[in-house]
Nanobody, 118 residues
Framework: QVQLQESGPGLANPSQTLSLICTVSGGSITTNDYHWSWFRQPPGKGLEWIGYINVRGSTIFSPSLKSRASISRDTSKNQFTLRLMSVTPEDTAVYYC??????????WGQGTQVTVSS
């Protein structure tokens, strides 16, 4: 059974760089044609796709976040990391990691709350 678990600081100050890690168990992030994505849901709003990293390490981002977001991976730890620069209170949201593609079921992490406030 594939499991995804987000981890992060919970609270960030405006203008800082936010880093969130997704740890994957039950499957490798380097096999099959999966997309390993990050989503977020601000309070009272819908789910927003941020971007993904694929099995080859290539990344694609939402146009609205492309200038501030990056995704990297640590294959030795089976983790992938979202970094979001210059955060503002508008980046306050529950952040989720997600796996899709490969002709398999989708999997979601449970989500992690991030609040941006001074």
């Amino acid at each position: 059974q594939v499991q995804l678990q987000e981890s992060g600081p919970g609270l960030a100050n405006p203008s800082q760089t936010l880093s969130l890690i997704c740890t994957v168990s039950g499957g490798s992030i380097t096999t099959n044609d999966y997309h390993w994505s990050w989503f977020r849901q601000p309070p009272g709003k819908g789910l927003e796709w941020i971007g993904y990293i694929n099995v080859r390490g290539s990344t694609i981002f939402s146009p609205s976040l492309k200038s501030r977001a990056s995704i990297s991976r640590d294959t030795s730890k089976n983790q992938f990391t979202l970094r979001l620069m210059s955060v503002t209170p508008e980046d306050t949201a529950v952040y989720y990691c997600h796996r899709s593609g490969g002709g398999d079921d989708d999997y979601w992490g449970q989500g992690t709350q991030v609040t941006v406030s001074s």
